[in-house]
Structures are given as structure tokens and as C-alpha cells.
Nanobody, 128 residues
Framework: QVQLVESGGGSVQAGGSLRLSCAASKYTYSSYCMGWFRQAPGKEREGVASICTSGGSTYHVDSVKGRFTISQDNANDTLYLQMNSLKPEDTAMYYC?????????????????????WGQGTQVTVSS
């Protein structure tokens, strides 16, 4: 069982920055991926970014490329999402997810919704 706890959400003005953190229970697995998803009110959940242990590959969806950066501190089993140049449309509940196995970061975003472990979420609100 993998347990995930997000933190770091909050309210900022457009153009501001936030860093989300996701603390994971200690992994004993060598191959896994982690990612961030978000869901705005009335909208479907969407993948934002992912990172995999296999080759250290990362993936960011087009809407956040150049603004968000996913990273991982393996020593502390913590996943991060640095969010810069935030826009009102980034407002959503952000969720951390993890999936076991060897796959690419792009594949991981497709697999996590059905086979991943999930945190409880942290709210990000961006005002104009």
C-alpha cells in the first residue's frame, strides 16, 4: 500500500508561484512513476505532469510547459510541483498519484487514473 499526502496549496494572484509537495510512504519498489493531476469545479480530472524512475523521464502537458516543473527527492520520498506564472485557469484541486511498474512518463499519466494510488488533494486558487 502506498500512502500519499499533498501539501503546499493556497491562494495566490495571477503571475505568482506555489510549490506543491507530496510525501510518499517509503518505497521498496525500484520501478514506479509519480504524477500530479488536477480537477477544477465542473471539469474532468486532467493529468498535469509525471516523472518515472526508469530513466528519470518527465512529462508536462502543453498547458503547463515552461511554467510548471515536476521533480522528486528520492532521499525523502517527496514529489514536488513547482508552479510559476500561475493563471486563473490553473485553479483546481491538485492530486498526487503514484503507480508501480516500468513505463514512460507519458504512459504513466494514462495508467494512474485506473491503477494508481492517490492522495487527498490540495487546493490551488489563482485570482486575477
Amino acid at each position: 500500500q502506498v500512502q500519499l499526502v499533498e501539501s503546499g496549496g493556497g491562494s495566490v494572484q495571477a503571475g505568482g508561484s506555489l510549490r506543491l509537495s507530496c510525501a510518499a510512504s517509503k518505497y521498496t519498489y525500484s520501478s514506479y512513476c509519480m504524477g500530479w493531476f488536477r480537477q477544477a469545479p465542473g471539469k474532468e480530472r486532467e493529468g498535469v505532469a509525471s516523472i518515472c524512475t526508469s530513466g528519470g523521464s518527465t512529462y508536462h502537458v502543453d498547458s503547463v510547459k515552461g511554467r510548471f516543473t515536476i521533480s522528486q527527492d528520492n532521499a525523502n520520498d517527496t514529489l514536488y510541483l513547482q508552479m510559476n506564472s500561475l493563471k486563473p485557469e490553473d485553479t483546481a484541486m491538485y492530486y498526487c498519484a503514484a503507480v508501480l511498474g516500468d513505463m514512460t512518463a507519458i504512459q504513466a499519466l494514462g495508467v494512474m487514473p485506473d491503477f494508481g494510488y492517490w492522495g487527498q488533494g490540495t487546493q490551488v486558487t489563482v485570482s486575477s
